[in-house]
């Protein structure tokens, strides 16, 4: 099976994944969770939207909460793209593929274009946005995770080589994808494709799609990833987290994943370690042998890890018509058929599997 040649010069310059509009149901509980256990700082607010960034951002947003009554949803993907310049060449990329394009107003950003790739995942297209000031430096405001900025997300899609085609020719680079099958029968299941310099801005996995799986923001250390997990235990979210704290085979990066008050899925990680840019950084292929030899370590994720994610709104949901392979483990790693993070947790515990509720020895 061949890879696609990455594209080093394409249609437009896209810079990476900027930021994310979910929608959700209690947008002052929202708010709660991503300020006190994900550690975001508050940009902005209305009686209807609560914009939040990292600690290590200068641009206004990163996370877009818009309340909304119905079923929460994923409503944009943003992607940065180097200047205004680049959203002329966008919208003639888009149109020339007969793909939707709209120009509209977002409050705090420059120039916005909205377009739906060819999966249906929608997405807003931008330079600008209104700068803040970073608050790094001021360790009054690190809370929960102290969440530094937005890393990635990881999209459910039914066919993943299309995907892979799709953005290669917007000019990602894939740092490693991952094949089930042997031989003629062999088919790429996952797919970690880059524009910025670490392994991953969006990363493509097969299932039933388009949905949202999670996106990430990166967390300073193990400390603070771990205070995280004690501020959502002490301020009763303990049953969000999903799972981990554990090790990623493939990247490496150490992660917890949690789900809001509405089941969006948001994973803190550490700093990705190594660099991708240089061009002796070719795809590497994962295989289930090859899988098998990480060092990775941490509990099996549960059921749902596999098979929940976010909707993205207005948007039909394609069935994945035969079973989906595992995102990150071996299959017999998972949670037995039935086992909820709600039938895992204590109240006032958190972790991924039953034990010692750690934050309860706090409050007593």
Not at 51 to 72: C, D, F, M, Q, W
Not at 249 to 266: A, K, L, N
Request: aromatic share 10%.
């Amino acid at each position: 099976m061949s890879y696609p040649e990455p594209v080093l010069y394409p249609p437009f310059n896209i810079l990476r994944a900027g930021h994310i509009v979910l929608t959700v149901k209690d947008l002052a509980k929202a708010k709660d969770f991503y300020t006190r256990v994900i550690g975001l700082i508050v940009s902005d607010e209305d009686a209807d939207t609560v914009y939040l960034r990292g600690l290590e951002e200068i641009a206004h947003h990163s996370i877009v909460l818009k309340a909304n009554g119905g079923t929460p949803t994923c409503r944009r993907i943003g992607l940065r793209v180097l200047s205004e310049d680049e959203l002329g060449k966008a919208e003639a990329h888009f149109r020339a593929r007969g793909l939707p394009t709209n120009w509209i107003d977002v409050p705090f950003q420059g120039r916005t274009l909205q377009v739906s790739d060819p999966f249906g995942i929608p997405y807003e297209l931008y330079a600008r946005m209104d700068r803040v000031e970073r608050q790094i430096l001021k360790r009054i405001d690190h809370q929960g995770g102290a969440a530094l900025r937005f890393d990635h997300l990881q999209l459910l899609v039914t066919d993943v080589a299309a995907a892979v085609d799709f953005y290669t020719e917007l000019g990602f680079r894939t740092s490693d994808y991952v094949v089930s099958g042997e031989g003629e029968e062999e088919s790429i299941v996952g797919a970690f494709m880059h524009r910025k310099d670490i392994p991953w801005d969006l990363v493509f996995f097969t299932n039933s799609g388009p949905r949202m799986h999670h996106f990430a923001y990166v967390t300073p250390s193990s400390e603070t990833m771990l205070r995280a997990c004690d501020a959502a235990g002490l301020y009763n979210y303990g049953r969000s987290v999903e799972r981990g704290p554990g090790r990623h085979g493939m990247g490496h990066v150490q992660f917890t994943y949690f789900r809001d008050p509405d089941g969006h899925r948001i994973e803190l990680i550490l700093e990705s370690p190594h660099n991708m840019l240089d061009l002796e950084n070719e795809p590497v292929r994962w295989d289930y042998a090859k899988r098998k030899e990480t060092m990775d370590w941490g509990s099996p994720p549960p059921r749902a890890w596999f098979d929940e994610a976010s909707p993205f709104e207005g948007v039909e949901c394609s069935a994945q018509a035969a079973s989906p392979a595992p995102t990150s483990v071996p299959a017999e790693k998972h949670w037995p058929t039935g086992t909820t993070s709600q039938s895992r947790n204590m109240p006032c515990a958190w972790g991924s599997r039953m034990a010692l509720p750690m934050n309860c020895m706090f409050r007593q």
